[in-house]
């Protein structure tokens, strides 16, 4: 690929970019009650932070690196990872919102609780922080590493520090606030320059109808034949609702924007404009991967390898300056992220296991433990990133997604009997979230890993994770009907929500509306 090195007017674009996000920041966090919670943003977000934040939070370098190559080498088939979302979004909106915000909590761990006594509540904040630390931190900080390294030639230790001192800023001095209000400003940038990005191509191609006809026609679309090795039309069916439920409707880093909402009104506003903002995917970072593709084709540009698509893009179509725009994009992206789990670690962690501890623990004292936990999660995401950078020929980004699927199971299983069930006991949710758990990570590592003595192939890792969510279900429902309850749950509490009425006029038209959209798209692109 392309050596493109900053020019002067890269890094003036750069440094301006910093200097306006940080002032941002602390407008945001001047805006914050004094000693109110750095959590919650004083449950004060409206619809466009939280859609812009969830949006935000989903969005990082891994994500525009990782959508491009599949772009270039399957076409818009992994949009499916973006559009079917809505469905899950919608159920997050309907159902488990009011939930969430009708029971008056501040984290997930919480809530199941309220619902299934402290033992699960504390297994739950235990498995979320271990989740938070890998999943959030520490692949995004190696994601984000790798592209700082390429551009600073700096090691990976202190690419990962300089994303958490900036993320960390805004989570230890605004909170969720900051974190909410610094999103708003990283999106728009990042639809402006990725919009930018993907005109320029079609530009350079000839027209949306020279790319239509310039790569195989498969590439667009969404539903791939039964024996497609990579994008199989029924396991995405069938296993992306386990993944789907688990990260957009019990995972902490996702929902707490949710749970900050002023009401359940812009919670539902917000999480419908998260929906439409996920239609924005695949035409800001999965065409730019099949413009790529078109280009290579016409021989404008060249690519050794799929994962460059995204810089080739940038290497070859933006000029000196807009590049420096583009790493500030990728920044934003990065900083979204990690401060957004920051923020989530740091709840679960003072909200779950320290005010329980310390039930007469001042405003003053939680929000010192929140800055605390907030730095001792940096420091152990850090070492976890360079744990990660030493592991060699590994598709890291590939993996993930595997992985994925394998840690989903129990907790849909857990979160949909809990609120769906009322005869589901304790004693069924503990043993989904420990051994349930335990089985599906040893059945991941044999998938990823399979050792030579396995009799067997195994299925597609989205089908697979289907049956076990299958499976935990199952033996949850014969604990539960076999077994009696634990004392210390209480079985009704979740299954009440907030007394508001039917949804608004508003939000049921927007949600509608969305969901003929989604239909439109699917028919369209089959």
């Known amino acids: 690929m392309q050596t493109h090195y900053m020019e002067p007017l890269d890094w003036v674009i750069l440094a301006v970019y910093f200097i306006v996000l940080v002032g941002i920041g602390v407008w945001a966090s001047m805006k914050r009650k004094k000693g109110s919670s750095l959590f919650l943003a004083e449950r004060s977000l409206r619809w466009h932070h939280i859609g812009f934040s969830m949006w935000g939070t989903n969005v990082g370098p891994s994500m525009l690196i990782a ?12 949009g499916n990872f973006a559009w079917y979302a809505f469905v899950f979004i919608g159920l997050l909106a309907f159902v488990f919102a009011p939930r969430y ?23 739950l904040a235990w498995y979320t922080i271990v989740t938070i630390l890998i999943s959030w931190l520490a692949l995004t900080l190696f994601a984000g590493g790798v592209l700082i390294r390429q551009v600073f030639d700096i090691p990976m230790w202190a690419s990962a520090l300089i994303l958490l001192l900036i993320a960390g800023f805004f989570a230890m001095l605004g909170g969720l606030k900051a974190v909410a209000y610094t999103n ?19 530009h350079k191609l000839g027209g949306v109808s020279v790319l239509a006809e310039g790569v195989p026609a ?32 019990t995972d902490q880093s996702m929902v707490q924007p949710v749970l900050a909402a002023r009401n359940l009104r812009e919670g539902q506003l917000g999480t419908n404009f998260c929906g439409w903002l996920k239609i924005l995917d695949v035409f800001l970072y999965i065409l730019p991967g099949v413009i790529c593709y078109a280009l290579v084709q016409q021989g404008s540009v060249s690519v050794s390898n799929p994962d460059e698509s995204y810089l080739t893009m940038v290497t070859n179509l933006f000029p000196v300056g807009m590049v420096g725009l583009v790493f500030a994009v990728l920044t934003a992206a990065l900083v979204s992220t990690v401060g957004s789990a920051l923020n989530a670690l740091s709840t679960v962690f003072t909200m779950d296991i320290y005010v329980k501890r310390h039930a007469g623990a001042s405003s003053h004292d939680i929000i010192r433990m929140g800055r605390i936990v907030t730095v001792a999660g940096a420091v152990i995401s ?15 980004f590939n993996v993930f997604q595997s992985v994925l699927g394998f840690i989903a199971p129990p907790m849909t299983a857990v979160f949909l009997l809990g609120v769906f069930w009322k005869r589901t006991t304790t004693r069924a949710a503990n043993f989904a979230l420990t051994i349930g758990t335990a089985f599906c990570l040893i059945v991941g590592v ?41 004392a210390g749950s209480s079985q009704g509490a ?24 989604m239909a439109g798209l699917y028919i369209f692109f089959n």
């Open 382 to 396: 850090i070492a976890i990133t360079i744990a990660i950078d030493s592991i060699k020929g590994l598709n890291l």
């Open 218 to 249: 498969d590439y667009w679309v969404l539903f791939k034949p039964i024996d497609d090795a990579d994008f199989p039309w029924l396991p995405i069916l069938l296993g992306y609702p386990v993944m789907g439920v688990w990260f957009w409707c």
């Open 184 to 202: 708003v400003y990283q999106m728009l940038l990042l639809i402006v320059v990725s919009a930018t990005l993907t005109i320029a191509g079609i």
């Open 101 to 123: 915000l009708g029971s008056g909590i501040s984290t997930l761990p919480e809530f199941m609780g309220l619902r299934f006594g402290q033992s699960t509540r504390n297994i």
């Open 67 to 78: 959508s491009a190559s599949a772009g270039f080498t399957s076409g818009i088939v992994s």
């Open 446 to 486: 044999l998938y990823l890993w399979p050792p030579s003595w396995l009799p067997f192939s195994w299925p597609h890792f989205m089908l697979l994770s289907f049956l076990l969510f299958v499976s935990l279900v199952v033996c949850m429902a014969v604990i539960s009907l076999t077994g009696k309850q634990v």
């Open 494 to 517: 979740t299954m009440s929500y907030i007394n508001e009425g039917r949804p608004g006029w508003l939000v049921l038209s927007l949600w509608t509306l969305l969901c003929v959209v």
